[in-house]
């Protein structure tokens, strides 16, 4: 009998998660449950714990950008329940994500193929909770800059990935003389920069170039070149492990890294 599959993540919101979300409940179908554990790891790990405890204990479990600590993971291994991380990794337990560091070098590759040598950085959260997707991206972007003896002309943190945010990042950016970004962050914060940008007079590509992460929601709309996820391949994988292969999983936890795909549109 195939488990019934528990999605855990952060939050309800953001078009990566929900994206994930939509994907993985139309795979298990009505055998799924959902929760949202905020963004504390200590809060995490007691929620997850409290899980199993519940009398709908967790059948397979799916976390979405979250690390569980050892604790839990032993936890979870002594129910036999097997937990598969998306976006994420952890000793000893199978995950599944997009090769993030991949996707930041092919965005600086791209950039330097077209001329640009002075690129500004855009990236979330790389230390602390939920930072290792953008650890990744910006280890794979100065990768890249370094095969030109280059570095990032300037590193600036989104923490709240929102279309907000963008208008401060494309200050430095500016400040900063670039002549390209990679919104590492993502296609909401690059957005932002997007629509700010002819209200400072700079013209996309031609004054600024601009690389999102994501290729989810507006992104084609607003011509945004972008780092596509394999959002489908992802979830497909992580249901496999979880509820098709559950004693694989448990047994020899795999990580997987899916290629992400460069989408060229209009502002490089």
């Not at 195939?2 to 055998?31: D, H, N, Q």
């Not at 050892?70 to 000893?92: F, H, N, Q, W």
């Not at 002549?179 to 400072?200: E, H, I, N, Q, R």
Request: aromatic share 4%.
């Amino acid at each position: 009998m195939i488990p019934r599959l528990t999605i855990v993540a952060p939050a309800y919101t953001g078009p990566f998660s929900a994206s994930l979300l939509r994907e993985l409940r139309t795979l298990a179908g009505m055998s799924s449950q959902f929760f949202a554990v905020g963004d504390d790891p200590q809060i995490q790990s007691r929620r997850l714990r409290a899980l199993v405890a519940n009398q709908q204990s967790p059948q397979a479990i799916a976390l979405i950008s979250i690390r569980p600590d050892a604790d839990t993971v032993r936890l979870y291994s002594e129910r036999s329940i097997p937990m598969v991380l998306i976006d994420e990794t952890a000793p000893g337990v199978a995950s599944v994500a997009c090769d993030n560091f991949l996707g930041g070098y092919v965005a600086g590759r791209h950039l330097i193929s077209k001329g640009h040598r002075r690129v500004a950085l855009v990236t979330g959260r790389v230390t602390g909770p939920g930072s290792w997707n953008a650890a990744q991206r910006r280890d794979g972007l100065r990768k890249a800059l370094s095969e030109l003896h280059l570095v990032p002309v300037v590193q600036h943190e989104t923490p709240d990935y929102s279309a907000e945010n963008g208008l401060s990042a494309l200050r430095n950016a500016l400040t900063a003389e670039s002549t390209a970004v990679f919104c590492a962050s993502g296609d909401v914060v690059a957005g932002g920069m997007l629509k700010t940008c002819p209200d400072v007079g700079v013209d996309v590509p031609k004054g600024l170039a601009v690389v999102g992460f994501d290729d989810l929601g507006t992104a084609d709309l607003l011509g945004l070149t972008t780092i596509r996820q394999p959002i489908h391949n992802l979830s497909e994988v992580a249901y496999r492990m979880t509820c098709i292969t559950p004693r694989d999983t448990m047994e020899r936890p795999e990580q997987i890294l899916l290629p992400p795909t460069l989408i060229e549109r209009r502002t490089v």
